[in-house]
Structure formats: C-alpha cells, structure tokens
C-alpha cells in the first residue's frame, strides 16, 4: 500500500492483519518536507512557539534555548513514556503505527520524512513496541501509550520482533535501521495525537460487523431450529419502517432461510406470534449495524485527520494550536459502539433461552434426550448469561468522565482509550455468547426431521464437521472454543454465507421471499 492522502478502513485491514507493506507516496515526502522547512524557520528565528522552542502543557511559557531543542524532544519521550499494564495486542500496536504514519505524512506536523520512514520500516519488519495498555487519558491524545511507541524509535524501550521482546536498540541494529536523534518538534508530533483511540476503534469496527453478521446467521438458525416464522423478515414488512440497518439484517437472514423444507412444514400451526428475540431481530440488530456504521463513517474522517499540535500550515507559515487531538469524537463512538454490539449478545441469549427451555421451545429440555441423568447444555446458557451481565457493565460509558491533568491546563478529557479498550472486552464476550447460541441450535436442529434453509443447514453441517450430537454428557468445552475460533476467524459466517441461495430482489414477491402466501396470513406461518 502506498502511504498518502486517503486511508480506507479496508486498506487499514489489509496492513494491520494481513502485513501489507507499506510505502510513502512521493507527494506525502513533498508535504513533510514543506512543512519541516517552516519549523526550521523557527528554529532560526526568535519567535516563541509552542512545542517546538517552548516547554509543554503548564511549561508553555517557559522559553527554550536553541541547544537545548533536541534535548526538550528527547526528555518529552521518556518521561511520558510511564504507562502501565500488560502490553496492548500487536495488532493495535500495529494500527497505531499505521494511524501515527498516516497523520504526519499529511504534512501538517512538521517532522522530517526520516521519521515516517522509520516507523514505516519497523511495520514492515513486524518490530513493534511494547505498549503498556494503561495510562491514557484521551488528551492531548494519548500521550504514553505513544512515547512508549516513539521510545523504541530512538532506541530506548522494547521491541516484540519474531515472537521475541527484546530491548529496541538490538533489534534497530539487527534490522539494519539507525535509531532517531529526535529534532525541534518532532517528539511532540510522534506522541500528540488520538492513534491508540483509533487504533482499537477501527479494528472493533471490523470486528463487530463480522459478528452482526454471525449474530444474523445464529438468529436464523435459532428461527428454523425453533419452527419459527419467516415472516417477520419480509422485505415488505421491515420496509414500512425502513432504518437502513433493519433492511440489511433482514436480507441477510432471507437469505439463510431461504429453502427452508421446515418453514411450510408447519404453515398452519396456532401459535400467532413468536417471542421478540426472534420477530424483532431486523429491529435490533439492524440497530447494531446503524452504529457499526457511523463508527465507519467517523473512521473515514479521522484517517483524513491531522491530529497533533501545534498545526503547521506551510502555505502561510503560520503554527497554530488547536484541540484536534482531543479524541471526543472517538470516544463517544467507542461507548455507542460497545452498547451496540452488548445488544447483539443480550438478544443471542434470550435466544438461548428460547431453545433450552421445553416450556418455550417444544424440545428435549435443555436439549439433552436423556434428561436427569444429564444435564445437556444447561449450563452454556449460564456461561451467556454470565457474560451478557459483564457487557452490562462494560457498558457504562468512559466518555462521561473527565480528571483534569497537566495542572488544570488540559481541564477537559476524553477517556478515549477506555472506551476502546473495553470495547474490544465486548466484543470478546459478544463472540462467546453467539458460539453459545450456534452450539445451541446446532443441537435443536438435530430434533428436526427436515431441512432446514440452505445458508443455516451449510453453517450446521460446518459446525457438525467438528462437533457431535450431544447424545449424553461429555466435557464438550472444547467444542465451544473451536466454534468460539470459527466464529472470531470467519469461516463460520463463511459457511453459512457458501450455501446460501441468492439473494431475492426487494422488491420480489412474498413468496418469493420464502413467506406464504397472504390468505395464510392469520397464521403465524
């Protein structure tokens, strides 16, 4: 990938997990050059200016002399490099590198191209360093968690390269790369910025639309295991309150259940009505992917962002400082986004509940045939109930909060990072709670004689190529992680996806849409 102007979330997703290279554009080289040429206009001159001859935060007055300018960048990195905890998972390191890379090639930061290029190089070689996941506040930005990024390009700190830590002044030397003797300004610019914010945004954005879509494809299963109505997923009918969100999920479970030899099986039952956790899930999944994407479209603007400070305009020369590093607009997405996707999981358990419980579902309870003496998958549901009430807590917001810092300098704060790091919490426990629920339909549909839809019978056939029929009690744990593994990597929703029929148009007709038709309309089926 070449490095300029425009980041897509796509492009973030093909360097980040897929280790794509990544170069910079000729352009982006020009852009850096200008604007470092007005920061060594700076430097020559007696203008006190902000961050680059001035001390930071509550020091800003305070007038720094000439020799002393490389000097101020180095002691910024290592006395904010004081987070604490376990280190963050390479791939967020990975798109605070990327994120970090992409806003100073932008060309309004004020650093040489050797400082883009270095972190580039370490990207490419899969050297990254070791960041303590604690010690943000989400402004100005996330100060420690980039030092400790920026520690490793002046050769200080730890670099986790080949599977191994190891200090970063090795690791510099055995890939060939000179450690950085940081100039005016440039300190500031590497560790002024929302990139640890973004990082975990963008990477919980890819995550939770892969799992909306799983949660579609375990909803449909749970619906034919269940003999329930296809009806409510109707084109015409989520049509008549049309979020965008509600039409997409909709499609997608037509599409799983199309084919389905269960459905007319029971076109004539008398039951009217199916339970929420059934009928509504167009309305609340939907829901789900109309935040997902305005995490998108946020993403989309913050990649285009230029988020340090002071700002550089090199047409004019002029160095202002502003507040686009405050990572509000970040923050408030990632709580928005976590109350989403603690949703997708709250409606998978009630689900649970619907198929484990005789009284509801007309199964086996539990799902065992042997009741009693076993206990079936009682307690996977226990297992979903326990994390949905942690997402329920995850689910307070972070960005309500505010602690002043740098002595009431930076009075207002985002709690930008706790946001995303407890989003990422979420979506763990939202993936477990949705293997639960395909564990679960998986087993009711071995009670069913028929077939169900194409895209729910592939996604069980996929799940029974590793898990069998919970004839009687066994340790079957393992089954869970494996599922829990398909559905974090895809191949699950891949399955399912394979053997589906093709979609129908909107605008088909209802029973064309797998509905029957309407003279059976005071039936549930």
Known sequence: ????????????????????????????????RRARAVIERIVDGEEAVYGVNTGFGKFATVRIPREELAHLQHNLIVSHAIGMGGALPAEVVRGMMLLRAQSLAL????????????????????????????????????????????????????LDHAGTVRPAAGVLADLGLTPLDLRAKEGLALINGTQLMGSLLALSALDARLLARTAHLAAAMTVEAMRGSHRPFRDDVVRLRPHPGALEAASEVRAFLAGSEIAPSHAGCARVQDAYSLR?????????????????RVLAT??????????????????????????????????????????????SERRCEQLLNPA????????????????GLMIAQYTAAALVSENKVLSHPASVDSVPTSANQEDHVSMGAHAGRKLRQVLENTATVLAVELLCASQALDFQSLRAGAGVDGAYRFIRGFSRPLEHDRYYKPDLDRLLAEVRSGALLASGQAASSPRPESGARPEELGAPPPEESTSRH
Do not use: K, W, Y
Request: aromatic share 4%; no cysteine.
């Open 1 to 32: 990938m070449i490095l300029d102007r425009t980041l897509t979330l796509p492009d973030f997703e093909r360097v980040v997990r897929g280790f794509e290279p990544v170069t910079l554009a000729p352009g982006a080289r020009e852009r850096l």
């Open 302 to 347: 913050e990649f285009a962002s230029v988020t340090d400070n002071p700002l550089i305009f090199p047409e004019t020369g002029e160095v202002v400082s502003g507040g686009n590093f405050h990572g509000q607009p970040l923050a408030l997405t990632a709580d928005a986004l976590t109350v989403a996707v603690a949703e997708l999981a709250s409606i």
């Open 360 to 375: 509801l579902s007309g199964l086996p309870g539990f799902l065992t045939p042997h009741g009693g003496l076993n206990s």
């Open 280 to 296: 509504a899930v167009p309305q609340v999944h939907g829901a789900t992917l109309d935040v997902i994407a305005h995490a998108e």
């Open 107 to 158: 060309g309004h930061s004020g650093v040489r191209e050797e400082v883009v290029d270095l972190l580039l190089a370490l990207l490419n070689a899969r050297a990254h360093p070791v960041v303590p996941a604690q010690g943000s506040v989400g402004a100005s930005g996330d100060l420690a968690p980039l030092a400790h990024l920026a520690l490793a390009l002046i050769g200080q700190g730890d």
